[in-house]
């Protein structure tokens, strides 16, 4: 069956604030399409979303852009009751997601740092638009972590209540100038969503057909049996002194816990944990970071690889070989490395 008419079955089915709640859980791609209007870099939605643990929106669906992102925080109201009295004034109910509404505003005004560590913290953990791309990766728009206090949230509040056809000439006005009285608060009702089911076939099916390959499959597989595992952070489970290979490495946390710096033979490396895996960067003298290695299976194996890297630059320097030669020895390291060994908290190895 179609999405619209499984949406218009369901609708005609709900009772009460929680009676489309499920349908719209099981597709994320209609609420991140009801609320968002074009393409960013990244999209997420994330399904009864905490603010401070006092306050909580049933959804959150957000996109990055440049330097920012865009936040919508939702609402979502009975199906079958109206959003207006007759005289077209908001009902008990209305009014009651209005005050709610404003104690979230007040949330993201007085506690923007909190609330962009939370919004970080549930996609990386709870994500349900594109699970395989976003489950254990820190958020982040071009140059810029969602965490960073410079990013720019501009965040908008959405009501969802009661059905269009049930709406008179004089209610359908008084919907219409609803946000100018109401601190910019939005109302819609469910038909929007059927709308957007209707229009927008060929996304929806585009969307269902991704492909999702094995590695993420198995990360899937992983994270579903146990998503404590992939909240390693440098900052509280690495120490701040490693041994690797009988030489003690000093161990600088950097950003927010997912990577460290270190000092090999004079140069700069930085080494970035994703989902138990770990990626090199060598620092040039301008502060551009140069890739050398991704999914290395350790922290350990990361910081060999540097030495390595490094050396293999000081006889460039030193000798005139080309670059070209330095890149082809390594080559068979990145695809293959056959130097991974475990991580060890302070021992020789």
């Given at each position: 069956?179609?999405?619209?008419?499984?949406?218009?079955?369901?609708l005609?089915?709900?009772?009460?604030?929680?009676?489309?709640?499920?349908?719209?859980?099981?597709?994320?791609?209609?609420?991140?399409?009801?609320?968002?209007?074009?393409?960013g870099?990244s999209?997420?939605?994330?399904?009864?979303f905490?603010?401070?643990?006092?306050?909580?929106?049933?959804?959150?669906?957000?996109?990055?852009?440049?330097?920012?992102?865009?936040?919508?925080?939702?609402?979502?109201?009975?199906?079958?009751?109206?959003?207006?009295?007759?005289?077209?004034?908001?009902?008990?109910?209305?009014?009651?997601?209005?005050?709610?509404?404003?104690?979230?505003?007040?949330?993201?005004?007085?506690?923007?740092?909190?609330?962009?560590?939370?919004?970080?913290?549930?996609?990386?953990?709870?994500?349900?638009?594109?699970?395989?791309?976003?489950?254990?990766?820190?958020?982040?728009?071009?140059?810029?972590?969602?965490?960073?206090?410079?990013?720019?949230?501009?965040?908008?509040?959405?009501?969802?209540?009661?059905?269009?056809?049930?709406?008179?000439?004089?209610?359908?006005?008084?919907?219409?100038?609803?946000?100018?009285?109401h601190?910019?608060?939005?109302?819609l009702?469910?038909?929007?969503?059927?709308?957007?089911?209707?229009?927008?076939i060929?996304?929806?099916e585009?969307?269902?057909?991704?492909?999702?390959?094995e590695?993420?499959?198995?990360?899937?597989?992983?994270?579903?049996?146990?998503?404590?595992?992939?909240?390693?952070?440098?900052?509280?489970?690495?120490p701040?002194?490693?041994?690797?290979?009988?030489?003690?490495?000093?161990?600088?946390?950097?950003?927010?816990?997912?990577?460290?710096?270190?000092?090999?033979?004079?140069?700069?490396?930085?080494?970035?944990?994703?989902r138990?895996?770990?990626?090199?960067?060598?620092?040039?003298?301008?502060?551009?970071?140069?890739?050398?290695?991704?999914?290395?299976?350790?922290?350990?194996?990361?910081?060999?690889?540097?030495?390595?890297?490094?050396?293999?630059?000081?006889?460039?320097?030193?000798?005139?070989?080309?670059?070209?030669?330095?890149?082809?020895?390594?080559?068979?390291?990145?695809d293959?490395?056959?130097?991974?060994?475990?991580?060890?908290?302070?021992?020789?190895?």
């Amino acid at each position: 069956m179609m999405l619209k008419n499984r949406l218009v079955e369901a609708l005609d089915q709900a009772k009460g604030e929680r009676g489309l709640q499920k349908f719209l859980k099981d597709e994320p791609w209609l609420v991140w399409a009801t609320f968002m209007s074009c393409g960013g870099h990244s999209e997420y939605v994330i399904p009864e979303f905490s603010l401070g643990g006092k306050y909580y929106a049933d959804f959150v669906v957000m996109q990055s852009f440049s330097g920012g992102w865009n936040i919508a925080f939702i609402e979502l109201e009975p199906v079958d009751e109206n959003p207006f009295n007759k005289d077209g004034s908001p009902s008990k109910r209305l009014r009651g997601a209005i005050k709610q509404i404003n104690d979230w505003q007040d949330f993201e005004k007085e506690q923007g740092a909190a609330l962009r560590f939370q919004l970080a913290d549930e996609s990386k953990k709870r994500d349900t638009l594109y699970p395989e791309r976003h489950l254990a990766r820190e958020p982040r728009c071009p140059k810029m972590e969602l965490r960073d206090p410079k990013t720019y949230l501009c965040c908008e509040y959405f009501i969802v209540m009661g059905r269009s056809s049930k709406l008179d000439e004089e209610l359908i006005h008084a919907k219409s100038k609803f946000a100018r009285h109401h601190n910019n608060v939005k109302l819609l009702t469910y038909d929007r969503f059927i709308d957007v089911a209707e229009k927008s076939i060929s996304q929806y099916e585009y969307y269902q057909k991704r492909m999702i390959d094995e590695e993420d499959k198995l990360f899937l597989t992983k994270f579903a049996e146990d998503p404590a595992q992939f909240e390693r952070q440098f900052a509280e489970n690495h120490p701040n002194e490693i041994i690797v290979c009988g030489t003690p490495y000093k161990v600088h946390p950097i950003g927010d816990g997912e990577g460290c710096a270190i000092d090999v033979l004079g140069s700069s490396y930085e080494i970035f944990e994703d989902r138990l895996t770990f990626s090199l960067n060598r620092i040039e003298s301008d502060g551009l970071g140069i890739p050398v290695a991704e999914n290395l299976e350790s922290l350990s194996a990361a910081i060999q690889l540097a030495e390595i890297h490094e050396r293999f630059i000081h006889f460039h320097v030193h000798t005139n070989h080309s670059l070209d030669l330095v890149d082809e020895c390594l080559q068979p390291l990145r695809d293959n490395p056959p130097y991974l060994i475990e991580q060890d908290s302070g021992e020789d190895e």
